[in-house]
T-cell receptor, first 110, second 115 residues
Framework: QKEVEQNSGPLSVPEGAIASLNCTYS??????FFWYRQYSGKSPELIMS????GDKEDGRFTAQLNKASQYVSLLIRDSQPSDSATYLC??????????FGSGTKLNVKP | EADIYQTPRYLVIGTGKKITLECSQT?????MYWYQQDPGMELHLIHY???????EKGDLSSESTVSRIRTEHFPLTLESARPSHTSQYLC??????????????FGSGTQLSVL
C-alpha cells in the first residue's frame, strides 16, 4: 500500500504569517504531486501541482518538491483567515492512480 | 477547470434501500473515479474507470457497483444500503491526454446518511 503521510495538525498561525505544510510519500516512482484545499463539508479543490524538483510559485502559494527525500511541502505566505481549511497532499504514481494523505488542518487566527 | 456534477448533495435513507449516486462531467475526461471520505479522514478510492465500458475496483473494498455506459456519466449504486455506508462520496475526473500532467478534479460530493 502506497503511503502519503501528513501531520494532522491543527497548525495554528497568526494572520499575515507564513504557514508551512509538509508531506512525505513512500513510492519512489511517483511522478506528480498535488496540494488540495478542502473546507469543512466541501470537496477538495486543486490549488497547486508540481512535477520536478525545486520550487513552484503561484501567488501566495509555493510548492516545494524534493524527490530524493520523498518530500513535498506547501508554503502559504501572508496567511488569511480564509485560508483556514484542511490541506491534502496527493501523489500520482506511474499507473496514474492518485493517493491522498489524511490532510493537515490549518487555522489562521485574525 | 472541470465541471463535475453530483446529485443528490445530501441523502438520508433507511436501511435496505437501493440508491444510486449520480455523477456527470462535461469536459470529455476519459478517467473517472469514486472516492469515499469519512470526516477528518483520508480519501479512499473505491472505483475508477478509464473510459466507456471500463470499470475497476479501487483500493478500499466496497459493496457498491459502478457503470460507465457514456463518457460523461459514472453512477454509483448501492443495492442495499446499511448504516456502515454512511459517508461522503466524492466523484472526480481527469484527462488521460495530459499524460504526466494529469490533474484530478472533484465534484461537490454526496453526503449519505443511512439510518
Amino acid at each position: 500500500q502506497k503511503e502519503v503521510e501528513q501531520n494532522s495538525g491543527p497548525l495554528s498561525v497568526p494572520e499575515g504569517a507564513i504557514a508551512s505544510l509538509n508531506c512525505t510519500y513512500s513510492d519512489r516512482v511517483s511522478q506528480s504531486f498535488f496540494w488540495y484545499r478542502q473546507y469543512s463539508g466541501k470537496s477538495p479543490e486543486l490549488i497547486m501541482s508540481i512535477y520536478s524538483n525545486g520550487d513552484k510559485e503561484d501567488g501566495r502559494f509555493t510548492a516545494q518538491l524534493n524527490k530524493a527525500s520523498q518530500y513535498v511541502s506547501l508554503l502559504i505566505r501572508d496567511s488569511q483567515p480564509s485560508d483556514s481549511a484542511t490541506y491534502l497532499c496527493a501523489v500520482n504514481d506511474n499507473f496514474n492512480k492518485f493517493y491522498f494523505g489524511s490532510g493537515t488542518k490549518l487555522n489562521v487566527k485574525p | 477547470e472541470a465541471d463535475i456534477y453530483q446529485t443528490p448533495r445530501y441523502l438520508v435513507i433507511g436501511t435496505g434501500k437501493k440508491i444510486t449516486l449520480e455523477c456527470s462531467q462535461t469536459m470529455g475526461h476519459d478517467k473517472m473515479y469514486w472516492y469515499q471520505q469519512d470526516p477528518g479522514m483520508e480519501l479512499h478510492l473505491i472505483h475508477y474507470s478509464y473510459g466507456v465500458n471500463s470499470t475497476e475496483k479501487g483500493d478500499l473494498s466496497s459493496e457498491s457497483t459502478v457503470s460507465r455506459i457514456r463518457t460523461e456519466h459514472f453512477p454509483l449504486t448501492l443495492e442495499s444500503a446499511r448504516p456502515s455506508h454512511t459517508s461522503q462520496y466524492l466523484c472526480a475526473s481527469s484527462d488521460i491526454a495530459q499524460g504526466n500532467n494529469e490533474k484530478l478534479f472533484f465534484g461537490s460530493g454526496t453526503q449519505l446518511s443511512v439510518l
